[in-house]
């Protein structure tokens, strides 16, 4: 294998790892009685800004309110960007729960280094396991979901206003 290929390789490698670790973190979820549906995803897209890799962990309750664990990797001709986020999904869209410094990287090197941290951020917000696990038993009252999800979040929960 050449030099080039190689570093296609490592690439390709790092992605797999941090999407091997959605899909423990996915099966851990699934495990969780109070939890109904879990959805992991890995896409590579083309949109008109350009390329994105998109992985995610999606948990859903019985509230139809769930919890996504967001990780976006896009890049340009200066540097790769990787975006992380844990995000609540509600009737009325979704609003972040857990934002992460945007990290960016140059080089190939920086770029595995940063996708693992990135990966590792999302996966250390297992108080958030607990708001899912509070959700047992949760009325379906005229309350919007949305409320009732936010009225249960744990303290210190920055919650933005941000809908997708």
């Known amino acids: 294998m050449d030099s080039e290929s190689k570093k296609v390789s490592n690439i390709l490698e790092a992605i797999a790892a941090s999407n091997e ?26 949109y008109q800004t350009g390329p994105v890799l998109e992985m995610y962990v999606d948990a859903f309750h019985q509230s139809e309110v769930g919890i996504c664990w967001w990780l976006e990797v896009r890049w340009n001709e200066a540097e790769w960007i990787i975006d992380s986020s844990v995000q609540l999904n509600h009737d009325e869209g979704q609003d972040s729960i857990r934002d992460f410094p945007l990290r960016t ?20 917000c297992t108080d958030l396991i607990e708001l899912l696990e509070s959700w047992a038993g949760c009325p379906g009252q005229a309350q919007s979901r949305r409320h009732r999800a936010l009225d249960m979040a744990p303290a ?6 941000m809908n997708r």
């Open 156 to 161: 210190g929960t920055s919650l933005q206003g």
């Open 21 to 46: 670790e959605l899909i423990k973190f996915a099966i851990k979820l699934r495990a969780l009685s109070e939890v109904d549906e879990v959805y992991h995803r890995l896409d590579c897209r083309n």
């Open 105 to 124: 990287a140059r080089t190939i090197e920086e770029f595995i280094v940063q996708l693992e941290g990135a990966t590792l951020d999302l996966l250390s």
